[in-house]
């Protein structure tokens, strides 16, 4: 324990500028070559000492378990477990990223805690073994740890820092009720049998084009390559993603692209006024239930405030 009573950690949701799945392997996972971006929609995670692992949750998140279903709670009794630490903690969670939204929200949720607890009991481990924590929570968490771009290869946890030049602005299509990541990877089973996957020879050049319109700066560049293989997957659940997508086209959108595994729409802007009056025309679209505007590369999980000793 090293006395703090509070330690405040922020961690940004994500957008997958493009993402190519295989074939699901031995272990149900999808072999995934992904690039991620950071945005600036956040998780804040307000870790306090107690005597055991709890959890409340504010904003959208309201209604989610907060026991150990809650992958926030999770994270913090695995670190427990592996620094062998004996006193627990009391997380306090206000989330502003959508839940089962595809933007990995619930991943953000973990990573932020792993860093409080981390900060909080004094642990002593190394960011590499966070990381190694953050995988065995999920594909997603240890890019939520990392954030700006990314690449993300294996089950999308195998992360590589990406480059990238400037600031994107984005418009988020946001629903109400949300996807299930597994019913959404299983819809895109059934739509491509055993066809080509993420061993092509088209994806690594297709990721590659992602890198480098990232140094370009240019959102015109980088609409260009935005794809998502699980985009088909996600409209045959959800067949009003089609219309979203339709509408950010007609409101005048660079591209627009479902967010992993949905039903998140991302809408790529020139610039903060363009994205504000593309966010105008998407409201009067009623399309969704919510819009909102965001930017991008933003960091990983970092601590924003240490309450100190006393
Ligand atoms: C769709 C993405 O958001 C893209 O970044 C991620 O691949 C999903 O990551 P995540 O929600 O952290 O995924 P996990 O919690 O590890 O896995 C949930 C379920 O999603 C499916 N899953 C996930 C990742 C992956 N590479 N292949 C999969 O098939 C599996 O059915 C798995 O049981
Ligand atoms: N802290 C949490 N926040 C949100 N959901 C959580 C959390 N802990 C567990 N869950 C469960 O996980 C499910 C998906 O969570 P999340 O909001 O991260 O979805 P997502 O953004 O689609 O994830 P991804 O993009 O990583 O697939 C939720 O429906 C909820 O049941």
């Known amino acids: 324990m090293t006395g703090l009573r509070a330690v405040h950690v922020r961690a940004p949701g994500k957008i997958n500028l493009t993402l190519r799945a ?3 392997r031995e272990d149900g996972y999808h072999p995934l070559e992904t690039v991620f971006q950071a945005v600036s929609l956040y998780e804040d995670v307000i870790a ?20 150990r279903e809650n992958l926030a709670v999770r994270a913090a009794e695995l670190l427990r477990e592996t620094a062998g630490e004996d006193s627990g903690v009391h997380l306090s969670i206000t989330k502003q990223v959508p839940v089962a939204g595809g933007m990995a929200g619930g991943s953000a949720d973990a990573a932020a805690t792993l860093i409080a607890c981390d900060q909080l009991w004094g642990t002593g481990l190394g960011r590499e073994e966070l990381a190694e924590l953050a995988a065995e929570l999920g594909a997603d968490v240890p890019f939520a740890l990392t954030g700006m ?10 992360i590589s820092p990406v480059m990238s030049r400037g600031q994107y602005h984005w418009v988020l299509a946001i629903q109400d009720e949300g996807l299930s990541t597994p019913e959404v990877f299983a819809e895109f089973d059934a739509l491509t049998g055993d066809g080509p996957g993420a061993d092509d020879e088209d994806d690594a050049r297709h990721g590659g084009e992602v890198v480098s319109a990232l140094l370009s700066a240019d959102p015109l560049v980088l609409a260009r390559t935005l794809h998502n293989d699980l985009e088909q997957a996600a409209v045959s659940l959800r067949p009003g993603l089609a219309d979203v997508l339709a509408a950010a086209d007609r409101a005048g959108a660079l591209a627009a692209v479902v967010s992993g595994s949905g039903p998140t729409v991302a809408a790529l802007a020139l610039d903060a006024p363009h994205a504000s009056s593309v966010a105008d025309v998407l409201r009067g679209a009623e399309v969704a239930d919510e819009i909102q505007v965001a930017t991008g590369p933003v960091p990983g999980a970092r601590v924003i405030e240490h309450v100190g000793r006393g």
Do not use: N
Not at 48 to 67: K, V
Not at 149 to 158: F, I, K, N, Q
């Open 22 to 24: 295989g074939l699901p």
């Open 48 to 67: 306090r000492p107690a005597e055991d692992i709890s959890a409340e949750l504010h904003g959208r998140g309201a209604d989610l378990a907060t026991g």
């Open 149 to 158: 771009s990314a690449m993300g290869t294996g089950r999308g946890d195998l």
